[in-house]
């Protein structure tokens, strides 16, 4: 290429900034965008049929390739498709960068049908947003989108795109920035926590993002170790590295009477790139704050912070051993027999996890034994829902099968929440990803029903209870991922499915198993 | 109910202002609201799995009762995936109550992972945004949204209610305002419009909105008659009244080169509750302002004003004759035999269209011959895409289709648009709704394959093409209806999709039929 159109330099500059893959679902305002595609082999294009779909693959590419992918989205109607997992990705500090095409910037005065405020609406997920109005500045701004998203800690990046600034000539490449690193925590921080820690009074290492990869995990268990410090990990995380051989790493509870419980005696709580601990929802009447009374707060490491550096400068400070005695041991469970439950699934999945999975999990209700079933499994990796908007689990799986295409993926789905996002299916069909559905059927809203009465909610009228009811009629999983290109089956019994899970994961390419929950419906 | 909480009062008002359906997509900040459902048995509550369901739904029931219905959506993320069918609302003028729920007002401080700026999201797409802080409140603020809703013009009005003014007691419920009524047009802009009618010039009645019903046509049909004016109506429009007995209204093109050639050699172009014509996208060296050089442009009615009795008032003051001599005849074209194209499709709904369907329109490139073969169909109104954020077509037809139980429903649905919002055949199952959708199978995103060369970006690239193209896999649409439990069938000549229409229509509650559009794939 002699003479670039502002399109063509923006992807090349993406590519040579590191952002070699895009999730897109473009319009009129990005075909120049579409085209440019071409004249940048390095940039690889995946279509999405829904942009939620597109922000949440590149959540979960960026969690597991370290480094931001971009989205493609068409003005703001598109951008708010895709608002939820932006939403999700911003609370885990996942790196994006959002390019987002607008009507020529001449054409904005006329207000034509698909004029808004984008600015506007990237706002509620986006601290850096740019407009450029030229094709001079895209590679300059693209640039920065990079730099910007990829923090630390990461961000959501929009580069607003005006189809002008695209299509006409005279783009420019921009150098890719130096990257910047996370901060150094100071040594009379680490003394101030290491003399704490000494005092013999209960104290907890709470632990969140960056601190939930292996060799913090590891400084975690030897500081636990040495001075009784009691680990616990974020309810919600970007990923979490786990299994034989790793330092386990309990996680707070998602109900908070429950996590009020788990934090109660301590007088001492440490952050560890994580955020104290609150409540989800307010409920009448009990505390959102979930630090007991009394406890004093310290902050080990913020989001921008070395973790790692800072736990195994704490080791050292507080005299730990050379190694983590407390690593998990290998086992996993028999394959289990009888009725399919939540249970039942969870033994499945320990007896057949593959070595060096990746779990995206978004099973809510149905999944609070699996973490336990799967303990001792080989390593793996485990994405949760982040920001608590559901719809997020088919499209993690999605961008990380994407960015890792020798590992298996198995997304752990529940009903409700994959219908927010089921247009997934057919991307992992079209681009052939090794990623295995299991579809936790209940027919409802099961959280839902737990939070009406924890809420203080009477919950005995039929409308509201209809509300919360995924029956009548039921879905049927099995054809709406035929419907997308994706080979399924359906299990009713605990042998079933254990079989119809080891078929599916000992082929390559999507499969969908949908569990149909027992004694229910 | 004696002592009511915030949910009762701001659900009773709402009721009493003429609201009486609620389409929800709840979360757990919305329980109270859930359980308050079953305090005030006049409020419907539609279960919707996907909030662009529940927000189109809204747009298409409130374009056919002609008062606003409720959404019920989830903080910041729930109001995101509903945007893209609020922008289409607000583009299209039609009012909806967005009943938001938002976490306590004292949970805000925490940063929980819900929390983001639900105002802002919502800016994007309503001029009316209020957050009440306290139980007393929502009464007052419902009977405000409903009556800023409601216009004219209608809009889109966002209520944010944090979960403690729900749940709290001493919700009081407010009376409901006095509507406000359109504006009557002064006899001095009638008078003006009609001496520059009769002037002899060439001239052109711009129709949109509220002027494409009956009455408003037969006037405008009279003025043309009397005065030689052409008549034309907007693109895309929320309803139009259309059929035998009733005058036609041609549309203005979409594609701009079209459109351009029907508006030129006009010295004067009448606005009648339309917006000066504008093209939809920007293209390289094509104008966007579609008015011809030269030509004047006037106002005979605003958004709020009444169109209908400006009309009458100027075919009075033109002389008008007293019937309109162009209503159009009764004649259907016979059914169709040879390969399935969308002219063949066209010449089918033409042979059956029930007398009295609702027609939810959004076939986009395979629907450019419908009107055409439906022009003679009994009367019948015709719902659009309105704002260009495809995937409005079966949300739209489930809001209508609760609005208007006696009446068919007919949703025209292209396969790339589909995929946004196919929830809404789940909807439709579980309301028993009487739609039939007929769903255009071209396996790609036909539009864009004519945008790419319009916008005159270089075509070739087979990764440009792999954006644009929604086979590999195909999908299969009956198998994806089944599995939101509604019935379905594929056609592939036209003999077969007549025969399996006539089948659909013949029944009551949702059907599906998939046209696969021949010469394609």
């Keep these: 290429m ?12 993406l590519v040579d900034c590191g952002v070699d893959t895009c999730f897109a679902n473009p319009g009129t305002s990005e075909m120049h965008f579409v085209a440019a595609l071409d004249d940048v082999p390095e940039m690889r294009g995946v279509l999405a049929l829904f942009e939620g779909v597109a922000t949440g ?27 939820a997992n932006l939403h999700n990705a911003r609370k885990a500090r996942v790196p994006i960068v959002n390019i987002v095409g607008d009507h020529a910037t001449y054409h904005a005065q006329y207000d034509a049908q698909l004029q808004s405020d984008i600015a506007t609406v990237a706002r509620n997920v986006s601290s850096w947003i740019k407009t450029v ?6 590679g300059e701004a693209a640039a920065d989108a990079v730099t910007r998203a990829a923090g ?120 560890v790139d994580a955020k104290s601990p609150v409540s989800f929802f307010a409920y009448p009447d009990k505390p959102s704050d979930l630090v007991a009374s009394g406890c004093e707060v310290h902050t080990l490491a913020a989001g921008g912070d070395d973790a790692v550096a800072a736990l195994e400068a704490l080791a050292e400070a507080v005299d730990a051993p050379e190694t983590c005695p407390t690593l998990a041991p290998a086992g996993r469970p028999d394959r289990p027999t009888g009725d399919l439950t939540p249970d039942t699934i969870g033994q499945a999945l320990g007896a057949l996890l593959p070595e060096n999975a990746i779990v995206s999990d978004e099973s809510t209700t ?46 752990l789905q529940a009903d409700g929440s994959a219908l927010y996002t089921i247009q997934a299916l057919w991307t992992q069909a079209r681009e052939g990803l090794d990623v295995t559905t299991v579809l936790f059927n209940n027919r409802s809203y099961a959280i839902l029903n737990i939070e009406l009465g924890r809420v203080g909610a ?47 994961l000992a082929e390559p390419g999507p499969a969908l198993v949908e569990a149909m929950i027992s004694g229910i419906g």
């Design 57 to 83: 693959a590149a959540d979960g590419y960026a969690r597991m390739a370290e480094r931001p992918a971009a989205t493609l989205l068409h003005l703001g109607p598109g951008l708010g498709n895709g608002l």
């Design 458 to 504: 009477k919950a005995g009228g039929p409308k509201a209870r209809e509300m919360l009811d995924l029956s009548r009629p039921d879905m049927d999983f099995v054809s709406i991922a035929q419907g997308f290109g994706v080979q399924a089956s359906r299990a009713t019994t605990a042998e079933e499915f254990t079989t119809h899970l080891e078929r599916a």
């Design 152 to 271: 630390p800690p990461g961000e959501v990046a929009t580069l607003i795109c005006p189809a002008d600034a695209c299509w006409l000539g005279g783009g420019v490449v921009a150098a890719p920035r130096t990257a910047a690193t996370r901060a150094k925590v100071d040594d009379e921080v680490i003394e101030g926590i290491a003399k704490q820690l000494r005092s013999g009074e209960q104290s907890t290492l709470f632990l969140g993002g960056s601190a939930f990869r292996e060799r913090a995990l590891a400084a975690a268990g030897r500081i636990a170790a040495a001075t009784g410090a009691v680990l616990l990990g974020e309810t919600f995380s970007a990923r979490v590295e786990r299994g034989a051989g790793i330092q386990p790493i309990p996680k707070l509870a998602y109900f908070a009477e429950m996590a009020a419980q788990q934090l109660s005696g301590f007088r001492h709580l440490v952050l």
């Design 2 to 13: 002699t003479e670039m159109n502002g399109a063509q330099a923006l992807i090349r500059t």
């Design 366 to 411: 149905s999944g609070l034994s699996l973490g336990h079933h799967t303990a001792g499994c080989p390593p793996h990796d485990w994405l949760s829902l982040t920001g608590g908007a559901i719809g997020q689990g088919l499209p993690v799986g999605t961008g990380a099968a994407v960015a890792c295409p020798d590992r298996k993926v198995l997304c």
């Design 133 to 138: 109005a030229r094709p001079e500045d895209t």
